[in-house]
């Protein structure tokens, strides 16, 4: 079994202020852990994947995330937050049994004001 | 590289038809596909997964009935929502992974189904 719990629903930053998007994970496997972002009405954008190699993942945008086994957390930031940023972000574990079956987060909604 | 796309994007239908949503692989060939389900503001639900060539395995809950899904060809699958109600109004997406060990999906950009 696995689950993802993201412990905020919404986040609101300043534009050009650090972006942190918290993530807790469970799972009876070694997992591969995601982040994908949603802008409105669109469909999902893979921003970085850990998969058992380096723990701190690099992504698209200027996007990271760390890879915490002891505090089974993968928590998503950026230095900089851009208006841009707004959207809504998905934390994801996935099984590493090889089979692709993705459990999602609730989501959380990144508001950037400037 | 590895885009999916869905057809259409929007469709709005009265209560009774039926729609289909197709998701295409453009640039691989996806072993796997999956459908999933977004309530307003809510987080992505899986519906099914399908395998080329093979029936799709539903989700608890799902009715395969209700939600006929097609995996043709390895970068092609459709969801077929049969007598469409108004409670089936929602955002529907797509995405493809091109199988193996590799776990990474290649999300469509979804479509909005309503039903009136």
């Known amino acids: 079994a696995q689950s993802v719990t993201q412990l905020d629903s919404h986040v609101s930053v300043s534009e050009g202020t650090p972006v942190l998007l918290r993530c807790n994970y469970s799972?009876?496997?070694?997992?591969?852990l995601f982040w994908y972002v949603q802008h409105p009405n669109k469909g999902l954008q893979l921003l970085l994947k850990?998969?058992?190699?380096?723990?701190l993942v690099k992504g698209i945008n200027g996007f990271e995330a760390e890879f915490k086994k002891s505090e089974t957390s993968f928590h998503l930031t950026k230095p900089s937050a851009h208006m841009s940023d707004a959207a809504e972000y998905f934390c994801?574990?996935?099984?590493?049994?090889?089979?692709?079956?993705?459990?999602f987060g609730k989501g959380t909604m990144l508001l950037v004001s400037p | 590289g590895a885009v999916v796309s869905q057809h259409p994007s929007w469709v709005i239908c009265k209560s009774g038809t039926s729609v289909k949503i197709e998701c295409r692989s453009l640039?691989?060939?996806?072993?796997?596909m999956f459908w999933y389900r977004q309530f307003p503001k809510q987080s992505l639900m899986l519906m099914a997964t399908?395998?080329?060539?093979?029936?799709?395995?539903?989700e608890q809950g799902v009715e395969k009935d209700k939600f006929l899904i097609n995996h043709a060809s390895l970068t092609l699958s459709t969801l077929t929502v049969t007598s469409a109600h108004p409670e089936d109004s929602s955002f529907y997406i797509c995405?493809?992974?091109?199988?193996?060990?590799?776990?990474?999906?290649?999300f469509g950009p979804g479509t909005r189904l309503l039903v009136l």
């Open positions: 850990y998969t058992s190699a380096a723990t």
């Open positions: 640039d691989f060939q996806a072993t796997t």
């Open positions: 995405s493809a992974s091109p199988g193996g060990k590799q776990e990474t999906q290649y």
């Open positions: 399908s395998n080329e060539g093979s029936k799709a395995t539903y």
């Open positions: 994801v574990v996935s099984a590493n049994s090889g089979y692709s079956t993705l459990t």
């Open positions: 799972s009876s496997y070694s997992p591969s």
